[in-house]
């Protein structure tokens, strides 16, 4: 197969031939239509993920059809539109049985644990486990942004903060999840503040519905500015980008009893950032981490997408083929305009 590969972190990604994926008993082969650009994907080629093996393919937020199942794979068949959550989860730990995938302690994740998705083809264990039939109104290169971005943030706003229509979510960092956050809360009435240091990416929020936006480059007092605009503080507050700064001001913007949703990835120095108790304390906060989503919880945001209208789609920035998606990667330019990157020529 077709695969952009590297030997060694912080070096060059080949576009190269790699040998094809087999599936396991109960997994799947994919051919990978869509493969969107994550900053996850570049903490990986920076060495930042213990769970690495070189040589490595990245990519893990994916739309394909499936290309070849295993023996004991009885729900899923050739030429079958799917996608899959970033954790595949083992299906029969205690976790996975309460409908907790996403903190199944064996899961595994392509892209990380196994080659991922930046390759014509990629590997998914446990397919009646993970898989996730696509919509026939949702085309591949949207449905790249399920799997990372829009699911993610699905989950962070709806399951774990809660959010209630006419509250105030202040949104710290407007990547791919924080704009994916934002679509989600405007599709439920929630009042949003978007925050972020580059004006085109507030003017594409404001385009997305945001009700404010701040930007961090033009004032030192965010905290006091949300604080300001909410009457008292926002009642939901997620750290989309996760930094120390990001973390710090997501907590102490919220009012008594509001809810911080750490979805930005902490890595690095940031891993141990100081966090002000004093505050959670007094205000008698909710800290509360989101990492992913559940394959059996997707029907809800394809639900919520055809309900309210969302389209995917405006999170596109642009398309690429392998050898442009890598570069972008390495380079980091794949993060320095607004909206997601999505390779699509994999063959």
């Known amino acids: 197969m077709k695969a952009a590969l590297f030997h060694k972190f912080e070096e060059a990604i080949e576009v ?4 094809d994926p087999t599936p396991s008993p109960d997994g799947v082969v994919i051919h990978v239509e869509a493969t969107g650009i994550c900053r996850s994907d570049w903490h990986g080629w920076k060495g ?3 769970d690495i093996t070189l040589p490595h393919i990245p990519g893990h937020e994916f739309a394909g059809v499936v290309e070849e199942t ?3 794979v009885r729900k899923w068949s050739r030429g079958d539109r799917v996608t899959a959550p970033f954790i595949c989860a083992c299906g029969s730990c205690e976790f996975c049985e309460s409908g907790n995938q996403q903190v199944c302690p064996d899961q595994q994740q392509p892209g990380f644990t196994h080659w991922g998705s930046f390759a014509s083809l990629v590997s998914i264990p446990h397919a009646e486990e993970n898989l996730v039939q696509l919509p026939d109104e949702l085309d591949f290169v949207s449905s790249a942004s399920l799997g990372c971005r829009l699911a993610t943030s699905y989950r962070a706003v709806v399951h774990q903060a809660q959010a209630r229509p006419e509250h105030w979510l202040a949104i710290h960092g407007c990547g791919g999840v924080g704009l994916s956050a934002l679509m989600v ?4 009435n929630v009042q949003t503040i978007a925050i972020d240091l580059d004006p085109e990416i507030l003017r594409l929020a404001t385009k997305l519905g945001a009700t404010k936006t701040i930007n961090a480059n033009a004032t030192s007092e965010i ?4 604080v300001d605009m909410t009457s008292g503080g926002a009642h939901y507050s997620i750290d989309s980008l996760g930094s120390r700064e990001t973390a710090t001001n997501s907590i102490r913007c919220l009012r008594p009893r509001g809810r911080h949703i750490q979805v930005g990835l902490m890595v690095g120095q940031d891993a141990t950032s100081p966090v002000p108790f004093d ?3 007094a205000r008698e906060l909710e800290i509360i981490g ?3 989503m559940q394959s059996h919880c997707y029907p809800e945001l394809f639900d919520l997408i055809t309900s309210k209208g969302i389209d995917p ?3 596109i920035s642009g398309t690429c083929d392998l050898s442009e998606g890598a570069a972008l990667l390495t380079s980091g330019q794949a993060f320095g305009k607004p909206g997601i990157t999505v390779i699509t020529e994999l063959s």
Do not use: F, R
């Open 185 to 188: 809360a405007n599709a439920l």
């Open 223 to 226: 905290v006091g500015t949300v």
């Open 16 to 19: 190269t031939t790699a040998p």
């Open 48 to 50: 930042h993920d213990s």
């Open 313 to 315: 789609g405006l999170l």
């Open 279 to 281: 505050q959670i304390l």
């Open 290 to 292: 989101s990492h992913g």
């Open 70 to 72: 295993g023996k004991n």
